[in-house]
């Protein structure tokens, strides 16, 4: 182990507490029982004027590329950030990689992915006011990381995939995979195997988790109950169709990207007051209200190009088989199709069809789960902690 050092854990805050908030939190208690002197450096990526390196920026133009502005204020403040007098630092979220430093270490979940893996579903789900000018917003944001991304002594990608992106738009191939273990609890669940339960969807209600995928495959499974567990922006739309859904003869294997997820998710209509379906929004829960894991014949995760999975991973460890899609990125490195879980197509048919397997044969579930705990127990914080110090130790080299 190097000698205690004086690291320094470069984190932007969102003003929202998932999963990758948790794995930083794991890492700093992980350095800091190395005998590590650990100092937590926040940039508050929600600036209180429309403004760039204190340069103003007109309210209108501002607003109009809520994607652009922010980002560039607060990749202003890491690259002004003076760190010189720590060992070494450690960035996490986008753009924190561009602080400057000899000994860098990055633990890599994503770009901007607006600007690069996820700028065309973007673009197709309308988001953007014009296209041409978010694309030449791109080239610049794309320009002006990568300097600052070549200067990252190593980075600790999330995933293969993830990995994939640096090499894909940077060129970049100084990463090893690091594989976060679980966030839930203090200690490993014990495994309950498929329970008769309702089936779980646990993600937050945003682009592109694709919870409408769930929402649509529920309806065509009348007889099963579901339940979508976590709030976001979208709730609203999601909810929206799930009443369409109950409340209309449309046909949700029929229904098209763009009538499920891939859309801004604004403009949803009201649902009245005591609406009731087999789909159960239980918005956000603690740690001991996901108790339900232990109730749930299987679990479905459904996001598009995810950059790791930390619910399956909490899923597997609790012995239910996993359904991810095709395209899910980081999902489909933890789940291997008919061992741990079912790899489909993504759309509400494919979901439902895995779904109903998984709950009308019961030995199955029951196999699938057992693979699971075995694959989750290597995903375990004492790996991780090795692959973080292996990093560390590159960049000290």
């Excluded at 065309?120 to 030449?136: I, K, M, P």
């Excluded at 609203?236 to 949700?252: E, F, G, M, N, V």
């Excluded at 019961?362 to 789960?369: F, Q």
Aim: glycine fraction near 10%; charged fraction near 25%; hydrophobic fraction near 45%.
């Amino acid at each position: 182990m190097p000698r205690p050092l004086r690291i320094a854990f470069l984190k932007p805050e969102f003003g929202v507490a998932g999963g990758l908030e948790a794995v930083v939190g794991q890492l700093e208690a992980i350095a800091r029982a190395d005998g590590h002197d650990v100092t937590r450096v926040s940039v508050d990526m929600r600036p209180p004027r429309a403004a760039v390196a204190g340069l103003d920026i007109p309210r209108n133009v501002w607003d109009a590329a809520p994607e652009y502005f922010p980002y560039l204020a607060g990749r202003a403040e890491f690259d002004r950030l003076d760190v010189r007098g720590f060992d070494a630092v450690v960035s996490t979220q986008s753009p924190s990689f561009a602080v400057r430093h000899p000994r860098h270490l990055s633990v890599f979940y994503h770009h901007h992915r607006v600007y690069y893996d996820l700028e065309e579903v973007y673009l197709r789900a309308g988001f953007a006011a014009d296209e041409t000018v978010h694309r030449e917003a791109g080239k610049l944001i794309r320009e002006l990381d990568q300097p600052a991304l070549e200067g990252v002594g190593w980075f600790l990608a999330g995933s293969a995939t993830v990995a994939e992106r640096l090499v894909r738009f940077n060129g970049l191939r100084n990463s090893s995979v690091f594989h976060a273990g679980l966030i839930v609890g203090d200690e490993r669940p014990a495994a309950t195997g498929p329970g008769t339960g309702a089936v779980l969807s646990v993600g937050r209600h945003e682009f592109p988790k694709r919870t409408e995928l769930v929402v649509a495959a529920a309806h065509l499974l009348p007889s099963v109950d579901v339940a979508l567990v976590g709030t976001g922006g979208r709730e609203a739309w999601a909810k929206a169709l799930d009443h369409r859904l109950a409340t209309t003869d449309a046909d949700p294997a029929a229904l098209t990207d763009a009538e499920t997820w891939c859309n801004t998710g604004q403009g949803a209509p009201a649902v009245p007051e005591g609406h009731r379906s087999n789909v159960e929004f239980a918005g956000r829960v603690g740690d001991d209200d996901l108790a339900r894991f232990a109730e749930a014949p299987c679990v479905v995760a459904p996001a598009y190009q995810e950059d790791y999975g930390l619910t399956a991973i909490e899923a597997m460890a609790q012995g239910k088989p996993v359904v991810v899609c095709r395209d899910g990125g980081g999902l489909t490195e933890l789940v291997e199709h008919e061992r741990t879980g079912l790899v489909v197509e993504p759309t509400p048919a494919a979901i439902a069809a895995a779904i109903e397997r998984l709950t009308s044969d019961r030995d199955l579930a029951a196999e699938l789960g057992a693979n699971g705990v075995e694959r989750a127990a290597e995903l375990s914080w004492e790996a991780a902690a090795d692959e973080w110090r292996a990093g560390l130790a590159r960049v000290l080299a």
